[in-house]
C-alpha cells in the first residue's frame, strides 16, 4: 500500500476548497456585535447586581426595623413580666394573709359555737320558759285580779306553743293545760269593770237623792192676796181660816211612816251609804262574793228606808243596786296549779336527763 504522504502509488484527489473568501467589512462586523453583545450583557448582569444590592439592602433594613420592633416589644414584655411577676407575690402574700385571718376566723367561729352549745338553752327549754312565765301570769290574774279571761287566754297561748314543740315529754302538761282551760271555761263571765262602772253612777248621784222627811213636808202653797176693793171684814175672815188650815193636815198614806231624819243626822247617813257602796266595789274587785253582794244589799235597804222611792233617779239606783246584788258570780275560781305542777315535772325530767347532743340546737 502506498502511503499517499510520500507521494507513492496513486495520487490522491485534490479537494476543492470552495468557502467564498470573507469580503473587505465581514470580520469587523462580528467583532463589534460580538463586542456590543458584551456590554449589553455586562451591562444587564451589573444593572441586575444593582437591584440584587438594593434589594438585599431593603430587605436588611426591614428585617433591622423588625428586629429593633421585635427588641422593644421583647423589652416590654419583660417589663411587663416584672410588674406581673411583682403583682403575683403581692397577690400570694394577700391570699397567704386572708388563708391565715380566715383560718383564725373559722378558729373563733368554732370556739363560739362550742361555748354557744354550752351555754345557750335548747329550743325546747325556750318553750318550756315561755310556758312556765305564761302560766305564772295567769296565776296572777286568778289569784289577784280574779280576770278568768285573761288567765284563759294566757293558757290558750301556753297550749299553742307547746304545740310547736312535738315532744312526747310534754303530753302530761299539754293534758293538764287542756283540764284547766275547760275548768276556767265553765266559770260564768263576770264584767267586773261594768259593775264597779255601776257602782260609781250610783256613788255620784248619792248627794242628789230626796230623803223620806221631804216628802213629807211639802213646800207651802202660795197664797193669793185678796182682791184690794175686798171688804175689810171678808179680808179678816179669809186670814183666819187660812190660820186653821195651818194647824190642821190631813194625810193618807199607802205605805209604812217614813223615818224622820233630823237635818244633823243627814249627812252622815248620806256618808256611811257612800262609805257601804264604797266597801262593795272593793269587796268586788278583790273577788269577795259574800261581802258585795251583802254591802250591795244593805245599801239597797237603806235607799228604801230613809229616802223617797217616788223620784225617777232613786228608783234607778234601787233597780241597779238590785241587779248588782242579782247578778251570778262564782263563789269559787280556780287556779292553774295543775299546769304549773305538770311544768316543773317535765323541767326536772329533762334537767335528770343525759346531757347529749339535741337536734333543735
Known amino acids: 500500500m502506498d502511503d499517499p504522504a510520500t507521494g507513492g502509488g496513486k495520487p490522491a484527489p485534490a479537494i476543492l476548497d470552495v468557502r467564498p473568501s470573507p469580503g473587505p467589512f465581514s470580520m469587523p462586523v462580528s467583532r463589534g456585535l460580538f463586542v456590543v453583545l458584551v456590554l449589553v450583557l455586562v451591562a444587564a448582569l451589573f444593572a441586575a447586581w444593582i437591584a440584587l444590592r438594593n434589594a438585599q439592602n431593603e430587605v436588611s433594613l426591614r428585617v433591622g426595623k423588625h428586629l429593633a420592633d421585635a427588641d422593644v416589644a421583647l423589652a416590654q414584655l419583660r417589663a411587663r413580666e416584672s410588674d406581673l411577676g411583682n403583682e403575683l407575690r403581692d397577690a400570694q402574700a394577700k391570699l397567704a394573709l386572708l388563708e391565715a385571718r380566715l383560718s383564725e376566723s373559722q378558729a373563733q367561729q368554732a370556739s363560739l359555737d362550742a361555748l354557744y352549745r354550752e351555754l345557750a338553752p335548747s329550743r325546747d327549754e325556750l318553750a318550756l320558759n315561755e310556758v312556765e312565765q305564761v302560766l305564772l301570769l295567769a296565776s296572777q290574774q286568778l289569784t289577784i285580779a280574779g280576770n278568768v279571761q285573761a288567765a284563759l287566754a294566757a293558757l290558750q297561748l301556753a297550749e299553742a306553743k307547746l304545740a ?198
Open 164 to 361: 310547736r314543740v312535738d315532744r312526747p315529754q310534754v303530753v302530761p302538761l299539754r293534758r293538764a293545760l287542756a283540764r284547766d282551760i275547760d275548768r276556767l271555761k265553765a266559770v260564768p263571765f263576770v264584767d267586773v269593770a261594768g259593775m264597779s262602772l255601776k257602782l260609781d253612777q250610783v256613788l255620784s248621784t248619792i248627794d242628789t237623792l230626796p230623803l223620806a222627811r221631804d216628802e213629807r213636808l211639802p213646800a207651802a202653797a202660795a197664797t193669793t192676796p185678796p182682791p184690794p176693793d175686798e171688804a175689810p171684814w171678808l179680808r179678816l175672815a179669809s186670814e183666819a181660816w187660812a190660820e186653821v188650815k195651818a194647824l190642821v193636815r190631813i194625810e193618807v198614806s199607802d205605805r209604812p211612816a217614813a223615818p224622820l231624819v233630823p237635818p244633823q243626822q243627814q249627812y252622815f247617813l248620806r256618808e256611811n251609804l257612800r262609805l257601804r257602796l264604797l266597801a262593795a266595789r272593793v269587796a268586788l274587785l278583790s273577788h269577795d262574793v259574800a261581802g258585795f253582794k251583802t254591802d250591795v244589799t244593805a245599801a239597797n235597804a237603806w235607799i228604801k228606808q230613809y229616802f223617797d222611792t217616788r223620784p225617777k233617779a232613786v228608783q234607778s239606783v234601787v233597780a241597779t243596786l238590785t241587779q248588782l246584788a242579782a247578778t251570778p258570780m262564782p263563789a269559787e275560781v280556780p287556779d292553774v296549779a295543775g299546769s304549773l305542777t305538770a311544768l316543773r315535772t317535765v323541767k326536772a325530767t329533762r334537767e335528770r336527763m343525759p346531757a347529749g347532743p339535741s337536734p333543735n340546737r
